[in-house]
């Protein structure tokens, strides 16, 4: 990592994978001297993972009593 990177990184600024149209990352064309696979971008515009959602727990609701009802056979 060369000066001007950690100054970057400093001020917000994050190396990322440069993406196309399609979401593909882009490959370096090496015929330039510059490197086109990885771009500068902002630390707020790079995706933040989702804060894991917490469940409230549940109240225990009392339990009615049971009532069986006894059905009465007749004998034959």
Same mark, same amino acid.
């Given at each position: ?5 950690? =100054?970057g990184?400093?001020?917000?600024? =994050?190396?990322v994978? !440069? ?5 593909? &990352? ?5 015929? /330039? !001297?510059?490197?086109?696979a &990885? /771009?500068?971008?902002? #630390?707020?515009? =790079? !995706?933040?993972?989702k804060? $894991?959602?917490? &469940? #409230?727990?549940?109240? $225990? =609701?009392?339990?009615?009593? #049971?009532v069986? $009802? ?7």
């Open positions: 990592m060369n000066f001007w990177e950690k =100054v990184n400093w001020f917000g600024w =994050v190396k994978r !440069a993406r196309d149209e399609d979401g593909r &990352y882009v490959a370096d064309d090496k015929s /330039t !001297a510059k490197n086109e &990885y /771009t500068m971008v902002h #630390k707020d515009l =790079v !995706a933040k993972p804060p $894991k959602r917490k &469940y #409230k727990k549940r109240k $225990k =609701v009392e339990e009615a009593p #049971k069986i $009802k006894k059905i009465k056979r007749k004998k034959k």
